[in-house]
Nanobody
Framework: QVQLVESGGGLVQAGDSLRLSCAAS????????MGWFRQSPGKERDFVSR???????YYADSVKGRFTISRDKAKNTVYLQMNSLKPEDTAVYYC??????????WGQGTQVTVSS
């Protein structure tokens, strides 16, 4: 059974940093893309970042230059380093794993709250 477990969320002040982790289990995802999404109350889930199987990275414009995605294939884990956090980054952050343009597995989410 595939499981994605996020961790690292919390309450921080504007300008602070957080590092999210998402550990996958149940199978290896070396050939899959791994990504991060976020959802604020009353809003749709938005794309944040993704990293392809060969290490190419993509970011939403709103986080470019502040967030960095990385992955450790040996640990089946994807990370999201978030710097210079803003109140508008407040959301539940979800990791996902996918192949061929679809996101096949999702984590349960971790709350990130940035106070001003």
């Amino acid at each position: 059974q595939v499981q994605l477990v996020e961790s690292g969320g919390g309450l921080v002040q504007a300008g602070d940093s957080l590092r999210l982790s998402c550990a996958a289990s149940g199978r290896t995802f070396n050939n899959y893309a791994m990504g991060w999404f976020r959802q604020s109350p009353g809003k749709e889930r938005d794309f944040v970042s993704r990293i392809t199987w060969n290490g190419s990275t993509y970011y939403a414009d709103s986080v470019k230059g502040r967030f960095t995605i990385s992955r450790d294939k040996a640990k089946n884990t994807v990370y999201l380093q978030m710097n210079s956090l803003k109140p508008e980054d407040t959301a539940v952050y979800y990791c996902a794993v996918g192949l061929g343009g679809t996101w096949d597995y999702w984590g349960q989410g971790t709350q990130v709250t940035v106070s001003s």
